[in-house]
C-alpha cells in the first residue's frame, strides 16, 4: 500500500512538472542562477559600486557617497602611462601569440604525422600541467643575469645586442628579468597554449574539400591560404585573443613575480588596495579593463568567436 501511494505521488509530481515547464525550468536554473548572481555578479556590482566612493585624503576613510572624483583621479598621467602599458602590452602579447600558434596550429592540423600530431599536442598542453607561479619563477631564473639564456646569448656573441635592445625607451632594465621584454617573453610563454588550441579547433573544422578546390581552380599555396584557410580560421583566431588579451591586460603575478618597476594594471590595484588603502581608486582601476574586454567581447563575438570557444 505505502509503496503504491509513493509510486503515485512521483507520477502526479511528474505529472505537474510536464503540464508547468516554466516550473520545471525554475527548478532546473534556479540553483545555477543563484550561484551566478550571489558569487558572481554580486562582487562585480559592488566592486563597481566601490568605484564611486571616495577615499577622504584628510581622514583615509572611504566616504560612501556617489561622485566621479575617484574616476577624475584615473586622468593623472601616472594612472594613464599604466593603461597605456598594460593595453599596449597585452595587445602586442596577442600579435605575437597569433604569429607563433598559426604556423604551429597548422602544422599540427594539416602536416603532422597522427604520432607527432599526439606528440606536439602534448607539448603544448604540458605546461598547464605544473602550476603557473612555478613556471614564472622559472623564467626569472632563466632571463636573470646570471641565468642560461644569458649565458647562451653570451657565448653566441649576441649579449652586445641584448644589451643595446634593454637601453630602448620603454624595454629597458638592468636584465631580461626585470625588463619589459622579459615580461613579454614571460607572458608570451605562458599564455601561448590558450591561442594554440582555438586556431587548432578551428583548422580541423576547414573541409579538405575546399582546400582541394582551390588547388584545382589554380590557387597556390599561399592564395589558398589567404582567401581560403585564413578566413575559416579567424573565429579561432578572435577567441585565442579574448583569452591571451585579457589574461595579460589584468595579470599582475607575472610583472610582481619579475620584480619590474613600471607598474601594470593588477599591480596599481594590488598596491592601491592594500598599500594605500584605497579601495574605491583600486576598484576604478579594474572597472576601466572590465569595460575594454566588454567593448572587445562585442566586437568579437559579431566576427563569430564564440563559434570556436564552445
Do not use: C
Not at 138 to 154: D, M, P, R, V
Not at 239 to 261: H, I
Request: glycine share 8%; charged share 10%.
Amino acid at each position: 500500500m505505502t509503496q503504491t501511494t509513493q509510486t503515485t505521488d512521483k507520477a502526479d509530481l511528474f505529472g505537474i512538472l510536464y503540464r508547468r515547464p516554466f516550473l520545471t525550468l525554475i527548478i532546473l536554473l534556479g540553483p545555477p542562477l543563484l550561484w551566478l548572481l550571489v558569487l558572481y555578479l554580486g562582487p562585480l556590482f559592488t566592486l563597481l559600486l566601490q568605484s564611486f566612493y571616495h577615499l577622504d585624503p584628510f581622514t583615509g576613510l572611504v566616504l560612501r557617497q556617489f561622485t566621479l572624483a575617484t574616476y577624475r583621479d584615473l586622468l593623472t598621467s601616472a594612472n594613464l602611462d599604466i593603461f597605456a602599458r598594460s593595453f599596449v602590452m597585452a595587445l602586442v602579447v596577442t600579435v605575437a601569440a597569433i604569429v607563433l600558434a598559426l604556423p604551429l596550429a597548422y602544422t599540427m592540423v594539416r602536416l603532422a604525422s597522427p604520432r607527432w600530431k599526439g606528440f606536439l599536442y602534448l607539448l603544448v598542453l604540458l605546461p598547464l600541467w605544473s602550476s603557473y607561479l612555478i613556471r614564472v619563477y622559472a623564467w626569472k631564473l632563466i632571463l636573470a643575469k646570471e641565468g642560461i639564456l644569458t649565458y647562451l646569448l653570451t657565448h653566441l656573441g649576441l649579449q652586445g645586442w641584448v644589451e643595446k635592445i634593454l637601453h630602448l625607451p620603454g624595454i629597458g632594465g638592468p636584465s631580461l628579468a626585470v625588463s619589459n621584454l622579459g615580461i613579454f617573453l614571460v607572458f608570451l610563454y605562458v599564455w601561448l597554449p590558450y591561442m594554440i588550441l582555438p586556431i587548432h579547433a578551428a583548422l580541423e573544422r576547414v573541409p579538405d574539400s575546399l582546400i582541394e578546390a582551390s588547388g584545382d581552380l589554380g590557387a597556390r599555396g599561399w592564395q589558398t591560404f589567404r582567401h581560403v584557410i585564413f578566413p575559416l580560421t579567424l573565429p579561432g583566431i578572435l577567441a585565442g585573443s579574448v583569452f591571451t588579451f585579457s589574461l595579460t591586460l589584468g595579470d599582475f603575478v607575472v610583472p610582481y613575480s619579475l620584480g619590474n618597476s613600471s607598474y601594470f594594471i593588477g599591480q596599481a590595484v594590488l598596491a592601491f588596495q592594500g598599500t594605500s588603502g584605497n579601495i574605491p581608486l583600486a576598484a576604478a582601476f579594474t572597472v576601466v579593463p572590465m569595460g575594454i574586454m566588454i567593448v572587445y567581447l562585442l566586437v568579437a563575438k559579431r566576427l563569430g568567436a564564440f563559434e570556436q570557444v564552445s
